[in-house]
Nanobody, 113 residues
């Protein structure tokens, strides 16, 4: 079984930066890729970025050029560097083991205007 724990959320002004972390424990060898999702109040959860074990990345159009997903396989940790944050980036951000129902507890990101 895999457990995911996110950290790094908080309150930041528009234009600022945050880095989220997702630490995996347990049977991490079973993870093929990781993803970050977000869910804003009253909206559906949306995919933000994915990264394979080999480092191939994909991004939602809304975050391309501003967010960077990366991984440290030795630490079993996936990161989401978020730059040039906008108020519309405000959401709870969730880490996911891609293709599974394994989710972290979520971390709140709030961007003030």
């Amino acid at each position: 079984q895999v457990q995911l724990v996110e950290s790094g959320g908080g309150l930041v002004q528009a234009g600022g930066s945050l880095r989220l972390s997702c630490a995996a424990s347990g049977s991490t060898f079973s993870i093929n890729a990781n993803a970050w999702y977000r869910q804003a109040p009253g909206k559906q959860r949306e995919l933000v970025a994915t990264i394979s074990t080999g480092g191939t990345t994909n991004y939602a159009d809304s975050v391309k050029g501003r967010f960077t997903i990366s991984r440290d396989n030795a630490k079993n940790t996936v990161y989401l560097q978020m730059n040039s944050l906008k108020p519309e980036d405000t959401a709870v951000y969730y880490c996911n083991a891609w293709g599974t129902r394994i989710w972290g507890q979520g971390t709140q990101v709030t961007v003030s205007s």
